[in-house]
């Protein structure tokens, strides 16, 4: 099984629908983060999460919320999802401990028409 | 100015060939530095981590480090078709969390057996 696992794989909606991804480890890491991948622009932080009760505006944050249900959920919400919101999604782990890089899950592909 | 250069490619070898790849950068506080493969329908994983300047060899991955030019490299020798994927930098500038990771755009890799 998968050590960070994202729900869905792939998903089609249309704009201004209410969408929620999903993430959920087995690493038992503290720390979880989300990201969009664009071509062109790469990874960009959207949020990310120390524990259950600390959650922390990465830098794209707008349009976007997190809801961190446990220290293995993490759940990234488009409240009224618009075209350019349209990229790859990745939940990431980490343990904030020296020399222990972020761990990747294997993303959602989510297409707003 | 991105404050993460990276060359998109792409960039086709023959196997075996000696593999380059580069990353400038602007921020030289960046002390952190890391080097992900990235196959297709999957998330990033962590190839090579380094501190500071210098080299650091892993198997048939080099990664070298010169803060004085900001610049890196990845270097892959003898590379191998199961070696074709996008290769992505990215630097942070603490060691605890990485949760500031600022990543290049990737390069995609191809060799051609």
């Known amino acids: 099984d998968a050590d960070v696992t994202q729900t869905p794989r792939n998903r089609i909606t249309k704009t201004g629908k209410r969408i929620m991804l999903e993430c959920s480890q087995t690493?038992?890491?503290?720390?979880m983060y989300w990201y969009r991948q664009d071509p062109g622009l790469g990874l960009r932080l959207i949020y990310y999460?120390?524990?259950?009760?600390?959650?922390n505006k990465g830098e794209i944050s707008d349009g976007y919320s997190v809801s961190r249900q446990a220290q293995a959920k993490f759940s990234l919400s488009l409240e009224s999802a618009i075209p350019n919101q349209t990229a790859l999604y990745f939940c990431?782990?980490?343990?904030?401990?020296?020399?222990?890089?972020?761990?990747f899950g294997d993303g959602t592909r989510l297409s707003i028409l | 100015q991105k404050e993460v250069e990276q060359d998109p490619g792409p960039l086709s070898v023959p196997e075996g060939a000696i593999v380059s790849l580069n990353c400038t950068y602007s921020?030289?506080?960046?002390?952190?530095f890391m080097w992900y493969r990235q196959y297709s329908r999957k998330g990033p994983e962590l190839l090579m981590y380094?501190?500071?300047?210098g080299n650091k060899e892993d198997g048939r991955f080099t990664a070298q480090v010169d803060k004085s030019s900001k610049y890196i490299s990845l270097f892959i020798r003898d590379s191998q078709p199961s070696d074709s994927a996008t290769y992505l930098c990215?630097?942070?500038?603490?060691?605890?969390?990485?949760?500031?990771?600022?990543f290049g755009t990737g390069t995609r890799l191809t060799i051609i057996p």
């Open positions: 990431a782990t980490g343990t904030g401990l020296p020399n222990q890089p972020q761990h």
């Open positions: 690493k038992g890491h503290d720390r």
């Open positions: 999460s120390f524990d259950v009760k600390d959650i």
């Open positions: 921020n030289s506080a960046f002390q952190y």
């Open positions: 380094t501190y500071s300047s």
């Open positions: 990215a630097m942070s500038l603490s060691n605890f969390g990485n949760e500031k990771l600022t």
